[in-house]
């Protein structure tokens, strides 16, 4: 997987409490982004980071925050957990901007009940 | 707001046959049109990719087709194998490095 470890891989939790999602990269890429994927709607984007503490929203930005204090560390926060945010989530990163290839890491399935 | 179609949701086509997945596309200014394979609990991987300027691009039994007038692009799979049983999504890219990723088509490979 490129070099990218995602923790935790599985969580359950229950509505309403805060839960944080952390990427990890050892490749010094530039890039780096939060996916969440659903069935019917492929990879949608929630947030990317284009450098340390440069961050953009994306697609499904809302109910979701990152930070990006270090480059080899992207967090993912769930402010206030809902059941819709059950998903499975995907770090991507990259090396420049552009057209160029985005290297996903293996997943965290989070279940909000 | 979906900005690139994929079909077919899913597929099954018999070992050596060929495999076809359809994507369009909305945006004039996408110029990047890579496809990602994605097994069960994996995260996806690049397959294979092509710009605007070409027509057609092979690598192995890989074949991206793009029609820019159309505003459609394709993934042909030849000698289609069970290795290949997998999830497949296309996906866009302009400016800023942002994909979006079609819905995604699971095809299967019988023997």
């Known amino acids: 997987d490129a070099g990218i470890t995602q923790s935790p891989r599985h969580k359950v939790t229950e509505t309403g409490t805060p839960v944080t999602l952390r990427c990890h990269q050892t490749?010094?890429?530039?890039?780096m982004y939060w996916y969440r994927q659903d069935p019917g709607h492929g990879l949608r984007l929630i947030h990317y980071?284009?450098?340390?503490?440069?961050?953009d929203k994306g697609e499904v930005s809302d109910g979701y925050s990152v930070s990006r204090s270090k480059t080899e560390d992207f967090l993912l926060t769930l402010e206030s957990a809902t059941s819709s945010q059950t998903s499975v989530y995907f770090c991507?990163?990259?090396?420049?901007?552009?057209?160029?290839?985005?290297?996903f890491g293996p997943g965290t399935r989070l279940t909000v009940l | 707001q979906q900005q690139v179609k994929q079909s077919p949701q899913s597929l099954i086509v018999q070992k050596g046959g060929i495999s076809i997945i359809n994507c369009a596309y909305e945006?004039?200014?996408?110029?990047?049109f890579p496809w990602y394979q994605q097994f069960p609990g994996k995260g996806p991987a690049l397959l294979i990719a092509i710009r605007p300027d070409v027509s057609e691009k092979k690598e192995g039994r890989f074949t991206i087709s793009f029609n820019k007038s159309a505003k459609q692009f394709s993934l042909h799979i030849m000698d289609s194998q069970p290795g290949d049983s997998a999830t497949y999504f296309c996906?866009?890219?302009?400016?800023?490095?942002?994909?979006?990723f079609g819905t995604g088509t699971r095809l299967q490979v019988t023997l």
């Open positions: 980071s284009y450098g340390v503490k440069d961050t």
């Open positions: 996906a866009s890219t302009g400016t800023a490095s942002k994909l979006t």
């Open positions: 991507a990163i990259s090396l420049t901007s552009g057209n160029n290839e985005q290297f």
């Open positions: 945006n004039t200014a996408f110029d990047y």
């Open positions: 490749e010094n890429h530039r890039y």
